[in-house]
């Protein structure tokens, strides 16, 4: 079944505790996607990836890092979370980037992040 | 960069009325417009697009309107059910890379 996965779904953490929240697509899509969704501020883009070890800045990039070793995978990491990263948190993924238009992204199931 | 305003934030119709969406795009230059449906505790699906050279595009109950000259894309629902209730996101793109999205619409259909 074609899908994007994320892991974990839910998780709770503690100021400055780094964690990873993983990402994978097993449909050979090459551009790849993070976004928050905070209430009332909808969806807001952090990093993106166009393809294999290219990645570049969304709108809200600070305190994140992000990574595009393989091409179903783009995990994001928070070296030192923070109250204020609270947030739902989703993956996309669509098949190619680079042309005039963007293309159709398919989200991943998300991933609800307390930090305390 | 690019700005969308969506309005209105909240919408209760009556089942079977019609819906209204709107949004306003600040950059002249986009060119990629989709709509996604977000059901409570699920992840957004895309429900429709439309792209800067298509003025109309219908798929059944839903259509979407582009005004490029008033940067400004609307979503229609028709004939409404009360499995249209969901928070519903405009977005906008000027490049394949960014897509920049609305605040969101909470659309309640009362049976």
């Known amino acids: 079944e074609a899908q994007v996965t994320q892991n974990p779904r839910y998780l709770i953490t503690v100021t400055g505790k780094k964690l990873t929240v993983t990402c994978s697509q097993n449909m050979n899509h090459e551009y790849m996607s993070w976004y928050r969704q905070d209430p009332g501020l909808g969806l807001r883009q952090i990093y993106y990836s166009m393809n294999v070890e290219v990645t570049d800045k969304g709108d809200v990039p600070e305190g994140y890092k992000v990574s595009r070793k393989e091409k179903r995978n783009f995990p994001l990491i928070l070296e030192s979370p923070s109250p204020n990263q609270t947030s739902l948190y989703f993956c996309a993924s669509s098949l190619v980037a680079g042309g005039l238009y963007q293309e159709t992204q398919y989200f991943g199931p998300g991933t609800r992040l307390l930090v305390l | 960069g690019e700005n969308v305003e969506q309005h209105p934030s909240t919408l209760s119709v009556q089942e079977g009325d019609s819906a209204v969406i709107k949004c306003t795009y600040s950059d002249s230059a986009s060119n990629y417009f989709p709509w996604y449906k977000q059901e409570l505790g699920k992840r957004p699906q895309l429900i429709i697009d439309?792209?800067?050279?298509?003025g109309e595009k219908k798929d059944q109950r839903i259509a979407v309107t582009l005004n490029k000259t008033a940067k400004h894309f609307s979503l229609h629902i028709t004939e409404t059910q009360p499995e249209d209730s969901a928070v519903y996101f405009c977005?906008?793109?000027?490049?394949?890379?960014?897509?920049?999205f609305g605040s969101g619409t909470r659309l309640l259909v009362r049976p």
């Open positions: 439309i792209r800067s050279n298509v």
């Open positions: 977005a906008a793109s000027l490049d394949s890379y960014k897509l920049i």
